[in-house]
């Protein structure tokens, strides 16, 4: 969990309402214009969080959604069934690095923010920076990073996350994952497309 939304490069993020009506096609639009074009670098999402917390469960949500959609072109760790959260972190990327071959990593995390962006999807470049707003050291994650702000920041955290609406995360998360999977099938058609070229 990134408790503070602005820890990311200070680049600018595009922000993405969970309900606008496209919001699943723009999000797979903003994630093609970042990830490589088709290329040998695998592309692996790492959906960070916990269900311990409804909170920060929109990580482990987004992986399981995605995982029962069976992705054709991305892999996906970090679920309801094998969360990736503070404790096993660091081991995870490790695995991940040794299972891939020089991978594009994009980090999927939960964080906080003003009230006014509550509900709000940020896709930006570098990585996401889990436990960055409770002073925790952690790996930074990611050549890119999707988060969801699923409430307000600035006081008592962590019984703000465990009394975030697991409504509004399941919504969120329902979003981010069908963007992630339309990216994927036009990911996958274009691989197709290169093969038959080469071919």
Known sequence: MNLKAH???KKVKTQIFHDDAHA???????????????????????????????????????????????????YVYG?????I???????KLKEIQMKHSNPYIIG?????????NVGVIQVGN???????????ELPAVGDMHITGIVNVSGFMEF??????????????AKAISEGIYLAGLL?????????????
């Open 24 to 74: 699943a096609q723009n999000l797979a639009a903003e994630l093609l214009g970042y990830i490589p074009e088709v290329t040998s670098r695998p592309i692996v999402f790492v959906c960070i969080g916990t269900d311990r917390s409804t909170g920060d469960s929109l990580g482990p949500l987004i992986g399981t959604l995605l995982n029962e959609k069976k992705l054709q072109s991305f």
């Open 126 to 136: 570098g990585p996401v920076k889990p436990g960055a707003g409770v002073n925790k």
């Open 187 to 199: 990911y996958h058609k274009t691989a197709v497309k290169e093969e038959e070229k080469t071919n």
């Open 159 to 172: 019984f703000v996350l465990q009394n975030t609406r697991l409504n509004l995360v399941m919504k969120m």
């Open 7 to 9: 820890f990311f490069d």
């Open 108 to 116: 999927i995390d939960a964080c906080l923010g003003r009230t006014k």
């Open 79 to 83: 679920t309801l069934d094998e969360p």
């Open 85 to 91: 959260h503070a404790v096993n972190l660091e081991d």
